[in-house]
């Protein structure tokens, strides 16, 4: 069965601060993609990265970083020295290899406080 | 490039009426994805189509829902006898090949908010 899990429902930091929204997912599949989308208050979902199982580097997006462990099945959200424009809710995905659908998490509700 | 647009953006039916939801994908993506999104919870998959064609739709309910994306036009997700449990956000997404694979991603539309009285 595949599954996403964000345990943290809700998150409140003062700008600048570093946070880490986590993501850990299930699945029997061996190849398989993982998402991160941000929905902020005006609805709409905007891509933020993809990962394949096969590729377990870290990567970093200017204030944005990913860290993908295969070994717990977690794929965390880092955003270094937050800003009020992070405020949004955040949403894991996990997709199976053929793509014909995609599994979303619960969503971490971010609040970034001036 | 007009993203994908769906409409209406919010949508007031009674318990009984007949809901239409249309997505226009981007222009020359092919495949469209429909979830729903209930209060303060995460997206569900419903049901993924390609032009002319149905791919999954497991997570369709059985009953009062169908979903087309014909030759020519908009996808439609309709919903029949409407209950205030369908109340919720409908997102539809769209993709030139199946999403994930090499640079392609769904590109999300802004939803329908739908709300039954």
């Known amino acids: 069965a595949q599954k996403v899990t964000q345990a943290q429902t809700e998150i409140s930091v003062v700008e600048k601060e570093d946070v880490t929204l986590d993501c850990v997912y299930e699945t029997r599949d061996t190849t398989y993609y993982l998402f991160?989308?941000?929905q902020?208050?005006?609805?709409?979902?905007?891509?933020?990265?993809r990962r394949n199982s096969f590729d377990e580097q870290n990567e970093i997006s200017g204030r944005y970083s990913w860290n993908f462990q295969k070994s717990t099945s977690s794929f965390n959200f880092t955003i270094?020295?937050?800003?009020?424009v992070d405020s949004a809710v955040y949403f894991c995905a996990l997709s199976a290899y053929n793509f014909n659908k995609f599994y979303f998490g619960s969503g971490t509700k971010l609040n970034v406080k001036p | 490039n007009a993203g994908v647009m769906q409409n209406p953006r919010h949508l007031v039916r009674r318990r009984g009426q007949e809901a239409?939801?249309?997505?226009?994908?981007?222009?020359?993506?092919?495949?469209?994805?429909?979830y729903r999104q209930l209060p303060e919870e995460g997206l569900k998959f419903m049901v993924y189509l390609q032009k002319e064609n149905i791919i999954d739709e497991s997570g369709m309910p059985k009953e009062r829902f169908s979903a087309e994306f014909p030759k020519?036009?908009?996808s439609i997700l309709r919903i029949q006898?409407?209950?205030?449990?369908?109340s919720a956000a409908y997102f539809c997404a769209s993709s030139p090949l199946p999403a994930g694979k090499s640079s392609y991603e769904q590109y999300f539309g802004p939803g329908t908010r739908l709300t039954v009285t």
């Open chain 1, 36 to 38: 991160w989308y941000k």
């Open chain 2, 72 to 74: 020519e036009g908009p």
């Open chain 1, 40 to 49: 902020p208050p005006s609805g709409e979902l905007v891509f933020l990265i």
């Open chain 2, 81 to 86: 006898q409407v209950v205030r449990g369908d």
């Open chain 1, 80 to 84: 270094t020295a937050s800003q009020v």
């Open chain 2, 20 to 34: 239409r939801l249309r997505c226009s994908p981007m222009k020359g993506h092919s495949h469209v994805y429909w």
